[in-house]
């Protein structure tokens, strides 16, 4: 049914964590059609990574209804709620098996929703691997002008359809632009879950920071962590640096924080990361940012993403006073900074017009194509299969027998049960699992 400025347009999105729930609903309200009143719907799939209270608190993102489900309770829900559009904010093997359940869901039907994906952030590695995965919705948004040039270099290298790449921004950026220092100077490192993956590499950047803080006595250091201990991100973290940090002599000046990352930037004076997201939404409000260079330039990290940036820097030469001067040039073709768009000028806002113009012709159609993913049986046999079966499908997109229903409400005792499976799963994923891993090692 068409979108109109007086109707309400209903929106589903689908995260699989606290930071793909933070970019799907945000993108939701980014993309909705001009003047639409928007009824937001969030469901998050069931996981490792299922956000806690607190992790939806943090986000600050509200939804008119929430509840968590498996990829079948989701799928069964699709097939009679009547959205207009569908954000799948998930793992690019989750994206797939969604696609090929929708297409099951949904065959021979003339109207459904728009199916939109993409990514939270900085597409630093395995690019070709998620991009075919997330391939078949009707939009995949690329967060700058450089992702959707190689989102679609690599769908037409490949031969699939690539009109569905569409540029827009990150959602998230925004806040007032940087005009000076603070009192007292702020510097925020913002720490990541899985970079680096090592206790020693995460203890020399803890000490380093801990050792910028000395060296600084007049600067506030603020550690940002991303999550508490037991609770799951986007990535495993198997090395809080909660943990880390206890038994050390900290400076007075040195101290860890939560909070939405918004607000700290917001007294924030130089940001500080190995390879962050935060680091774009940093560069946007045109605050001071460095990228780390102490534990090298390197792929596996995350950092050779900002080559070109002009913010590549170390612990020792921020501890000599080095302030960092991004290059402009670089930072337009990110999609970030208060200067315009992706493509050039305008706002920020315009960033987000191509997707509007698209979600309205689409809904305005008299009919819709079927979901057509690059990946099927016949295209990869091999591989296709698995990914559906992680998520309780045949390779048809149908449901396999003993996959868990969705015929009615959990009572409370399978509520309980749920919750304390769920709980002894993270325990094993988060806690057990790094132990095991470290013996074999010894």
Known sequence: MPASATQTLRVAVLADSDTRWKWGSLTANRIAPPHSDISLDGYLLRGRATPTARQLKEVGVTADSLREVT?????????????????LSLVGGGVQAMLHGLARAWDGRSKR??????????????????????????LVLANSRQDADRFKAVYDGVGADSTAVTEVALPFLGGAAYTGEHDPYTVVFAVQPSVPDNRRDRDYLLNRAI????????REVLLKLRSKPGEHTTHIEELPYQKLVQGKELPANFSLVYGHMGEVLDRTDLLVTISSTAALESLHRRIPTVVLTDLGIREGLGNHHFVGSGCLASWEQLDAGYRPVPDAEWVARQGVGAGGPPSGGGSYETAFDAARERIVKLLAGDEMVPLTPYYTP???PGYLPGILARHHLGPDGTPLPGAPAADRAPGPVRQIVR????GAYRHGVQRVAPVIRRMGEL
């Open 71 to 87: 990829a079948v309770e989701f799928l069964r829900a699709m097939e009679t709620e009547p959205y207009d559009i569908l954000v």
């Open 113 to 138: 929703p728009v199916v939109v994906t993409g990514y939270v952030g900085v597409v630093y590695e395995k690019l070709t691997d998620g991009l075919l995965l997330r391939h078949g919705a009707d």
């Open 211 to 218: 050792q910028h803080a000395r060296f600084h006595p007049n």
């Open 378 to 380: 016949e295209t990869a």
């Open 419 to 422: 919750r304390a499976a769920r």
